[in-house]
């Protein structure tokens, strides 16, 4: 499968928004909900802003095959929740792919593009944070795309518990 990688728009926050709910549906079918939750993103205003603001800020692109959104990545600062970078850096604000193509490396393509952006930005940190609770299996697949863990950290949340998360780092 060959996907083609583009800067997103405004047009593309939709399409951004169904990858985000089919990921989350996938994690509830496997009762994961301690991640996402269960609600769908595209009906959160904070979720909707969030996507619609990585759109007009170029920071968010999207990968297509035969015309069909199959991935977003978001790049650009860092989140307010995570520790600052001690340099230059790059930060995967978010990654998702379409859970009917798992296996096709379209995460591990997407992040490529990040690599890319990184360097012809003339940064050589390029860091991501990610859901750290549960069996752990997004840091590790993060780890198998190269990174290493970095910070830790929690995201308070009303009348939950914190929401845990590992910032990991890759060196260009």
């Known amino acids: 499968m060959q996907m083609t990688i583009r800067r997103a728009g ?16 996938w994690l509830v079918a496997r009762g994961r909900t301690d991640q996402w939750g269960t609600a769908p993103h595209s009906t959160s205003p904070r979720r909707i802003e969030q996507i619609t603001a990585f759109a007009a800020d170029d920071g968010l692109w999207v990968g297509t095959v035969a015309d069909r959104t199959v991935g977003a990545l978001a790049v650009g600062a860092a989140l307010d929740y995570v520790p600052p970078a001690p340099e230059p850096e790059l930060y995967v604000r978010l990654l998702v792919t379409d859970r009917a193509s798992i296996g096709q ?11 890319t952006l990184a360097r012809e930005a003339g940064v050589r940190l390029l860091r991501v944070d990610c859901f750290a609770g549960g069996d752990g299996a997004l840091v590790r697949y993060y780890e ?8 830790e950290f929690a995201v308070p949340r009303v009348n939950e518990a914190d929401w845990p998360g590992q910032v990991l780092i890759q060196r260009l």
């Open 144 to 151: 198998k795309q190269g990174f290493t863990r970095d910070a």
């Open 10 to 25: 405004p047009d593309d926050v939709p399409a951004v928004l169904a990858l985000l709910d089919g990921a989350t549906e």
């Open 105 to 115: 490396n379209l995460g591990g393509v997407l992040l490529d593009h990040a690599r």
